[in-house]
């Protein structure tokens, strides 16, 4: 068996795996009778060793992340080897697990295969009276012996001949989950993620900067992979506060005090739509609303909100209960509603005139901007990355920017 050097221990998997079967934190430490910081600390520890975020939450309920679930199998036979271990010819479900570390267990189980402390010592790279406490230790904190100490060398007692292969498939298991969060920190550690809200169109002004971005690192950065991923402007919160995103580029004119950032740009929004509509409507905007259905972003982007703050200045309660209100996270299907099926929405001026057969525009007046923001944590490296992306974006997306598209210095 190939020797490992574990940094877990029993009771550690043992609570993980409790609260993502009781999908919370105060449910696992209310079943284990553990203090409930304990059992916070345990998970925690777990998500450092594994570099890997096991649980989110969506308003107030407990979510396992997808990494939590794919390794559940994992911790499922985890803790069912912590129980035989501790439970030797019992089926008796035991909660107060001790916290007994997989180098413990790796150790005996070279001492058992050596027949021998000092050989074990020396294949483990430790002291030979530094083994035989640690041994004693282990005997301890299972409450039964493991080994039969003698002239001749070192044998097994029957419990310590069952606790071989549990030691094993324990040992297995974490080589596993520390082995694939491993190949993933490391991938992880080389590549910066950017989460962005979703461009207009491939002319529009977040997709010119996010690929001038892009060239521009690969060519400064060649060895530090970017990885660009589009959504709306409260998951890519969510996601900057899990570490999901190291800097994410948001269409709202302000982000949560917690991070740190700065204000790109600003640029007129227009009403849009088929330039037949507005030539039978004329000046008639609120007539235009409540004619036509409205194709928008869903609440969670910055450019839903600035739909609603115009709708809710422009009409009454009673004309917006009658409107017909269209959501599509999707700003391509959005602008293919405008262009083909005679809906209206509210758009970016610029990055909409940029689209081929661009769509009739009306602009909303000085109070209805796009505002975009990039924010980054609170902490240098991040600062760092945050304040070289902002340059290599600002740098080459001014040149084609209209008189009202106003980038901030």
């Not at 940094?7 to 079943?31: F, P």
């Not at 409507?281 to 600035?306: F, M, N, T, W, Y």
């Not at 000085?366 to 991040?382: R, T, V």
Request: charged share 20%.
């Amino acid at each position: 068996m190939e020797h490992i050097k574990p940094t877990m221990d029993i009771a550690t998997l043992s609570i993980v795996h409790a609260i993502l079967e009781e999908r919370g934190i105060r449910r696992a430490a209310k079943a284990g009778n553990r203090p409930v910081a304990s059992v916070s600390a345990a998970l925690k520890r777990f998500e450092a060793a594994i570099a890997v975020p096991l649980v989110r939450r969506e308003g107030g309920n407990f979510v396992p992340t997808l990494e939590a679930q794919s390794r559940m199998a994992d911790l499922a036979a985890a803790n069912r080897a912590i129980q035989l271990l501790l439970s030797p010819g019992s089926a008796t479900q035991l909660y107060i697990v001790p916290s007994i570390s997989l180098t413990a267990l790796d150790r005996f189980v070279t001492v058992a295969r050596s027949g021998s402390i000092r050989g074990a010592a020396r294949t483990a790279g430790t002291g030979q009276p530094q083994l035989t406490r640690q041994m004693a230790d282990l005997e301890r904190n299972l409450g039964y012996g493991l080994l039969i100490r003698s002239p001749s060398g070192i044998a097994c007692t029957q419990e310590g001949l069952a606790a071989i292969p549990i030691a094993e498939s324990l040992l297995d298991i974490w080589q596993r989950l520390s082995r694939a969060s491993g190949d993933r920190f490391r991938r992880a550690a080389a590549t910066w993620r950017l989460g962005s809200v979703m461009p207009l169109g491939p002319e529009s002004e977040i997709a010119r900067m996010l690929a001038a971005l892009t060239a521009e690192w690969h060519r400064a950065r060649p060895r530090q992979p970017l990885f660009i991923s589009s959504t709306t402007a409260d998951e890519l919160i969510a996601g900057l506060k899990n570490r999901r995103f190291d800097v994410v580029l948001l269409d709202l004119e302000t982000f949560p005090a917690e991070f740190e950032g700065r204000l790109i740009s600003r640029a007129p929004l227009a009403l849009t739509g088929h330039a037949s509509l507005f030539a039978a409507h004329g000046e008639d905007i609120r007539g235009l609303l409540q004619a036509r259905p409205i194709a928008v972003p869903s609440l969670k982007s910055g450019l839903r909100q600035q739909a609603e703050q115009f709708i809710s200045e422009t009409l009454g309660e009673q004309d917006r209960n009658r409107l017909t209100v269209t959501e599509v996270d999707s700003i391509p299907v959005i602008l293919n509603l405008v262009m083909n099926h005679g809906y209206l929405s509210i758009l970016p001026e610029s990055s909409a005139a940029r689209v081929r057969n661009a769509p009739a525009m009306r602009r909303l007046g000085p109070g209805y901007m796009q505002s975009l923001c990039l924010a980054w944590q609170k902490n240098a490296l991040s600062r760092q990355v945050g304040e070289a992306m902002l340059a290599m974006m600002l740098a080459t997306s001014i040149e084609s920017k209209s008189p009202d598209h106003a980038a901030i210095p």
